[in-house]
Structure formats: structure tokens, C-alpha cells
């Protein structure tokens, strides 16, 4: 059972366009809401990450909105750039130095 | 900045064969995380170590074992492979004494195992 769910699978958008991929969950434990980027046999690199004690969090184009009550969040890509085309992984774990549990992945590709 | 390093970056091996991978932590980091990715999936965790003591452990298989050296380095043993063992295997740490920094966990480039 994905403890993680995310969505879409995948997801196309023109270059300029705004990328939005959400992600839910059901372990309330869990307070730490990292996004990964992975290209294609590289490892995952951490792009952004929240905590639930905040609602948003922007990092340059990057932006992550939480929903506590929702158990839901997701990542907003401003003015998306065909170098943005990779595979973003949302995760979540519950406490420092813990396994991080991910989403099943969204293949972003942005068309010039 | 140091990254994780990983070695070898890929390996063949036959079914039934002996496989080790290494990961080399960024330098002060006392946890090392192990994940292996499928093609198409999401990493999944293995096990994890802190201050080289085991702290965590997932779906890794009674096949593999894995420990951290004094020197912070881990090694992932992975024994009777199968041909389902061919994957992405990818290595993470992170300062978990740091306090409220010490959830961010960085990956190394991964190993990728092939099992003929």
C-alpha cells in the first residue's frame, strides 16, 4: 500500500507554464515533506522541502503549498524550462534521521 | 560541495553470484541511508545506519546485509542474486544531530546492478 500517493503520472506543459503535481497521505506522523528531482540514471536531488508548521514555502521558481488538514501537498513550477524535464518525487518521513516513504513519481516534460 | 559517493556506478553479475556496493557519506554526515529503485519506481528503502549502528530497517531481503564502517563508509552485500535484484541501488546521508537541518537527505549517483 503506497503510503504516499501522487499524481499525475505524468504530466506535459509548454515552456513558461506553471507544473503542478500534488501529493496526499495518510500517516499523520509524518512531518517532513521533501521533493526529489531525478534525471535519468542520476540519483534524486533534493529540491525543496516543508514542515508542517508552515503553509507554503517558495524557493525561486519552486513552491510548495501544504495542507495539514487535507494531508495533502503539493509543488508548483513557475515559468517551467525544458531543462525542468526529469522525474519529481514527493516524499515524507516522520522524524530526523528517518527513512523517507516516496510518492510513485511524476515524469514532467516541458515542451520548448 | 563533497556529494555521496558511490562505487561502481554499475556492476554485471551472474544469478547466484556475490555483489558489494559501497558508499562513501558526505564528510561530518552520521546517518547513511540504502535504497533500491526499480525501473519506473519509486526508491525504496532498505535499511539505515547511524553512527554505525543498524537504526532502521525495511524490505531488504534476508540475502542482503549491509554495515557502516568507523570510518563512516557503508557497504551493501548482496548475496544468491536474482535476476529481480537488477535495480537502481542508491545510497543517501544526512546529519541527523544537527537539529531541524538534519532531515534533508542527500543521494549519491546510485549503483546500477545487473543480474544475468
Known amino acids: 500500500q503506497q503510503q504516499v500517493k501522487q499524481s499525475p503520472q505524468s504530466l506535459i506543459v509548454q515552456k513558461g507554464g506553471i507544473s503542478i503535481i500534488n501529493c496526499a497521505y495518510e500517516n499523520t506522523a509524518f512531518d517532513y515533506f521533501p521533493w526529489y528531482q531525478q534525471f535519468p540514471g542520476k540519483g534524486p536531488a533534493l529540491l525543496i522541502a516543508?514542515?508542517?508548521?508552515?503553509s507554503e514555502k517558495k524557493e525561486g521558481r519552486f513552491t510548495i503549498s501544504f495542507n495539514k488538514s487535507a494531508k495533502q501537498f503539493s509543488l508548483h513550477i513557475m515559468d517551467s524550462q525544458p531543462g525542468d524535464s526529469a522525474t519529481y518525487f514527493c516524499?515524507?518521513?516522520?522524524?530526523?534521521?528517518?527513512?523517507?516513504?516516496f510518492g510513485e513519481g511524476t515524469q514532467l516534460t516541458v515542451n520548448p | 560541495a563533497a556529494g555521496v559517493i558511490q562505487s561502481p556506478r554499475h556492476l554485471i553479475k551472474e544469478k547466484r553470484e556475490t555483489a558489494t556496493l559501497k558508499c562513501y557519506p558526505i564528510p561530518r554526515h552520521d546517518t547513511v541511508y540504502w535504497y533500491q529503485q526499480g525501473p519506473g519506481q519509486d526508491p525504496q528503502f532498505l535499511i539505515s545506519?547511524?553512527?554505525?549502528?543498524?537504526?532502521d530497517k525495511g524490505s531488504i531481503p534476508d540475502r542482503f546485509s549491509a554495515q557502516q564502517f568507523s570510518d563512516y563508509h557503508s557497504e551493501l552485500n548482496m548475496s544468491s542474486l536474482e535476476l529481480g535484484d537488477s535495480a537502481l541501488y542508491f545510497c543517501a546521508s544526512s546529519l541527523r544531530s544537527k537539529g531541524r537541518g538534519s532531515f534533508e537527505a542527500f543521494f549519491g549517483q546510485g549503483t546500477r546492478l545487473t543480474v544475468v
Open positions: 516543508i514542515r508542517p508548521d508552515v
Open positions: 516524499a515524507a518521513s516522520t522524524a530526523s534521521g528517518s527513512r523517507l516513504t
Open positions: 545506519f547511524y553512527e554505525k549502528m543498524q537504526s
